[in-house]
């Protein structure tokens, strides 16, 4: 198998395009999607299930829970059913982003929410058969949306679970910039925590709106074929999803970035 037949299309890069839609010109090109909760849910957990299954493709991933540095019972249930979400469309990586700082507490206090939130889900997702895929985000979006900021961080928190209860996203847009990332992946291979490995690239300058300014494969400064080596020195040979959030992107139609995705993912692992 060549990089090039790796290729999984993470539906967020089209994230207005049908998910039947999504999944059926994944179908035609023979290649995995990653899934995320919202359109699941709005087709429904067992008709999309169907799909996919019909369709016989393979979901390499559901996006996204996590959001648990305030531990309630509420975020908690929700996580539980994601595993759920996540057992019943076969997918077998549950991709988490922690939450940003609860209001009246440190960042301190938030990861040690994260922490507490693991013991809680750990378990249960062994029992559904689904890996809990902590990723790390940029510390750009640490306030709000993700205590965990870099690789060597994420595999801290999964240390004390086995490899099939949680793992890491190797996601390149978020973990670039790091000069410990070369041995963040390393150390993941070795500890066999790599569960999910995500294209994007950085673009300069950022798009006024930061969270939405994922470059397309070949725009940026990310060296993607350095990123692959290094995976694959680990023994991880599993797909790559390209997850692009970018406002320009989601006002095309669907099939027309689905096309151009995967032809710059070709082009990048050449």
Same mark, same amino acid.
């Given at each position: 198998m060549t990089a090039a037949d790796r290729f999984s299309f993470n539906h967020a890069t089209a994230k207005f395009w049908d998910q039947r839609e999504a999944v059926e010109a994944c179908a035609r090109e023979g290649v995995g999607?990653?899934?995320w909760r919202e359109p699941l849910q709005e087709m429904? #957990? @067992?008709a999309t299930a169907k799909l996919v299954k019909d369709?016989? #493709?393979e979901v390499t991933s559901l996006c996204r829970a996590g959001f648990f540095t305030n531990p309630t019972k509420e975020a908690i249930a929700?996580? *539980?059913k994601a595993i759920e979400e996540a057992?019943?469309?076969g997918a077998p990586t549950l991709v988490l982003v922690s939450g940003g700082i609860p209001e009246g507490k440190t960042i301190d206090q938030a990861r040690e929410g994260v922490k507490e939130a693991l013991e809680e889900l750990a378990p249960y997702a062994? @029992?559904?058969g689904i890996t809990l895929a902590i990723e790390p985000l940029h510390p750009m979006f640490a306030s709000d949306r993700c205590v965990v900021t870099t690789l060597g961080e994420a595999l801290d928190l999964a240390a004390p679970f086995s490899p099939e209860a949680v793992g890491v996203v190797v996601d390149?847009?978020?973990i670039w910039w790091d000069p410990e990332v070369w041995k963040g992946i390393a150390r993941a291979g070795r500890e066999n925590r790599i569960a999910s490995f995500q294209f994007a690239d950085w673009i300069t300058p950022l798009p006024a709106g930061v969270l939405t300014g *994922?470059?397309?494969l070949g725009d940026g400064c990310i060296d993607f074929k350095r990123y692959l080596k290094e995976v694959d020195a680990t023994g991880f040979t599993g797909p790559i999803e390209v997850e692009l959030f970018n406002d320009a992107l989601w006002a095309r139609p669907g099939a027309e970035v689905f096309a151009e995705t995967k032809a710059a993912f070709e082009r990048v692992v050449a």
């Open positions: 999607i990653g899934l429904g #957990v @067992e369709a016989g #493709v929700d996580n *539980r057992a019943a469309v062994v @029992e559904q390149t847009y978020h *994922r470059g397309q």
